[in-house]
């Protein structure tokens, strides 16, 4: 089975662009979590993606959102991107149906590496 | 909000020592424990889990010991090797929650 694959592996923007990433999760999986790495403040959850709809959300603001295809298969945009938002993000799935099953186990891509200057 | 620590930051051992992972956790209402190992320039890679009704669990050269009186996790590495090097991260969930709440990481140093 393929992992789970984000694309790009890294990108460079400016202050004030914005971005989109791809994550493609593992065949299956209906569920895809967003995490942001730095190492300040280690992995911090951003939102997850369950059947196209967002089932639950991270403390973050408005100008992070993502979406989630038919196919499982998500997206993160960033808006109006700032020095700060330079992070590691990471995408994570799993197969995402009973909570207290085995399918809570988390497999995560590579990342996307975000510069912001 | 109730969090997942690590005790030590950083942690230097040599190659053929055993390791010992440690993590406290606050939520009493966590059932469900997870290690993650993250290597350079990788995403965290699961490891071993370890729900509530247990004390201890084994994989291959990994113990997971779990003492819920004092909200204490730990992860032992049995002869660790130089391809052990990453930073580890200790998650909880509590029953209800599909999002685990993850440590801030405790980096591994294997020394040849």
């Known amino acids: 089975k393929a992992g789970v694959t984000q694309t790009p592996r890294y990108l460079i923007k400016t202050r004030g662009q914005q971005v989109t990433l791809s994550c493609s999760p593992i065949?299956?999986?209906?569920?895809v979590s967003w995490y942001q790495q730095t190492p300040g403040q280690g992995l911090q959850f951003l939102f997850e993606?369950?059947?196209?709809?967002?089932?639950n959300k991270g403390n973050f603001p408005g100008r992070f959102s993502g979406r989630q295809f038919s196919n499982s298969r998500s997206e993160m945009n960033v808006s109006t991107l700032e020095l700060g938002d330079s992070a590691l993000y990471l995408c994570?799935?799993?197969?995402?149906?009973?909570?207290?099953?085995?399918?809570?186990?988390?497999?995560f891509g590579s990342g996307t590496q975000l510069s912001v200057l | 909000g109730e969090s997942v620590g690590l005790h030590l930051p950083t942690l230097s051992v040599q190659e053929g020592d055993n390791s010992i992972i440690n993590c406290a956790y606050s939520?009493?209402?966590?059932?469900?424990f997870i290690w993650y190992k993250q290597e350079s320039g990788k995403g965290p890679q699961f490891i071993i889990d370890?729900?509530?009704?247990?004390d201890k669990r084994q994989g291959q050269r990994v113990t997971v010991l779990l003492n819920k009186t004092v909200k204490h996790l730990s992860l032992q590495i049995a002869a660790t090797q130089p391809g052990d090097s990453a930073v580890y991260f200790c998650?909880?969930?509590?029953?209800?929650?599909?999002?685990?709440?993850f440590g801030r990481g405790t980096s591994l140093i294997v020394h040849p």
């Open positions: 994570a799935s799993s197969a995402g149906g009973r909570v207290d099953s085995s399918n809570e186990k988390l497999f």
């Open positions: 998650a909880e969930k509590s029953g209800g929650s599909y999002i685990p709440t």
């Open positions: 939520n009493s209402a966590s059932d469900y």
């Open positions: 993606y369950f059947s196209e709809t967002q089932r």
């Open positions: 370890i729900r509530s009704n247990m």
């Open positions: 065949s299956g999986h209906r569920s």
